[in-house]
């Protein structure tokens, strides 16, 4: 028999192994949805790349919510709430493609409109932020910078 101290190492053992291969797992489906969402939006297959994208949105990936925001403004041809917040989560995590498209919304048809969702940086504070990490990343030998 065993005694508790060996069942209680066994859970353990058998906890860890079996929540870290669920994670594996999520984690590639992540990429899988990110690489079939980004896929399709460069094919133009927009409606197509945003339940790919979303999937991978969900989990916070940076280049999905991106991806996520920009299929969503170009579906409706300017920057929703929902878009919005896709830039803005991606943006919070340092994307500066998000950054840049946050700082442009004085120029989208939203402004035209009267309709643009309210942020949680000015556009021209995403502008400067933007600014200031490409020229930090740029310092560091970051060639995209």
């Known amino acids: 028999m065993m005694n508790n101290k060996s069942r209680w190492l066994i ?3 058998y906890s860890i192994f079996f929540s870290s291969t ?3 797992t999520s984690s590639q489906q ?7 969402g980004i896929i399709l939006y460069n094919q ?3 409606s197509s790349a945003i339940s790919h994208l979303s999937v991978a949105a969900e989990s916070g990936d940076s280049e999905a919510l991106y991806y996520l925001g920009e299929s969503l403004r170009r579906k409706n041809r300017f920057i929703t709430l929902e878009a919005q917040k896709a830039y803005e989560a991606s943006a919070l995590q340092g994307d500066i493609y998000s950054m840049i ?3 442009q919304r004085d120029n989208d048809l939203c402004k035209i409109m009267k309709n643009c969702p309210k942020g949680v940086k000015e556009p ?3 502008r400067k932020i933007a600014t200031a990490s490409t020229e ?4 560091e ?5």
């Open 136 to 139: 930090i990343k740029a310092k």
């Open 11 to 13: 859970f353990v053992y």
């Open 124 to 126: 021209e504070e995403w």
């Open 30 to 36: 992540v990429i899988e949805e990110r690489t079939k």
């Open 44 to 46: 133009f297959k927009i």
């Open 22 to 24: 669920v994670y594996a």
């Open 101 to 103: 498209r946050l700082s």
């Open 141 to 145: 030998g970051d060639a995209e910078a």
